[in-house]
């Protein structure tokens, strides 16, 4: 049981290094640039676009996927790193995206590098020509993977920090009090939304459209 928690361990580290290398120390470098990485995914267009967060299977990968199919450019899938230096930004550190083999929205996307299939049955995906290097964020939208595409609701700053709390806080490393001002600020600046993301994806693409528009 013991050499099999080791090996389960060792894997899953093996799976974070290879999808976002040097997470931990990038972390603190991009400290001194006034730069934050959050667990979260980023699309827009035009330079404007939206943050998407959320715990792990709520459609964060999916629906950055689908959007790359459509017209929409990326600032990255699983973490990013955002700023308030010159108004609500999100940074692209890593140009992988992870998904199940074949699951919807992988279609077009490539595998250049032949990586294998990760422990947890995903694979990394390139995006990087899809990848721009900043957005201007309008909103921070925390997706939910549902039945069917439902409108999205509002949420107030602090329900929308606690759910950026959530996702976040956990899988960050210390300097955790400057992670949580730079939430908190994150929050109170731009309007944060649930949105319930199903089959319908016209509608999806339709809706965050109108959010980039803001």
């Known amino acids: ?3 099999a928690c080791l090996v389960g361990s060792e894997m899953c580290i093996r799976d974070r ?33 939206v943050l998407l967060c959320g715990s792990g299977g709520a459609g964060k ?11 929409f450019l990326t600032a990255g899938d699983d973490y990013c790193a955002i700023s308030l230096n ?12 992870k998904l ?17 299939e990760r422990s947890d049955g995903k694979m990394h995906y390139s995006i990087e020509p899809s990848m ?3 957005l201007a964020i309008s909103s921070i939208v925390f997706t939910k993977v549902s039945q069917e595409t439902k409108t999205i609701t509002r949420l ?4 929308g920090l606690l759910r950026l709390m ?7 490393i210390i300097p955790q009090t400057e992670l949580f001002e730079a939430m908190g600020d994150f929050s109170k600046a731009i309007g944060a939304y649930e949105f319930e993301v199903g089959p319908d994806v016209d509608n999806v693409f339709k809706t965050l459209d109108e959010l980039c528009a803001h």
């Open 156 to 159: 107030s700053p602090r329900d």
């Open 86 to 97: 010159n108004g609500p930004k999100v940074y692209g550190i890593y140009g992988l995206l």
């Open 1 to 3: 049981e013991i050499s």
């Open 61 to 71: 990968s999916t629906t950055t996927a689908l959007c790359l199919q459509n017209g």
């Open 17 to 49: 290094e290879l999808g976002a290398p040097l997470r931990n120390i990038l972390t603190w470098a991009l400290l001194d640039s006034g730069l934050h990485l959050v667990h979260a995914a980023a699309v827009g267009k035009k330079g404007i676009g």
């Open 132 to 134: 721009c290097k900043s």
């Open 166 to 172: 959530s996702s976040t806080l956990p899988q960050a």
């Open 100 to 116: 199940v083999p074949g699951a919807i929205g992988t279609y077009n996307l490539s595998n250049p590098q032949g990586f294998r």
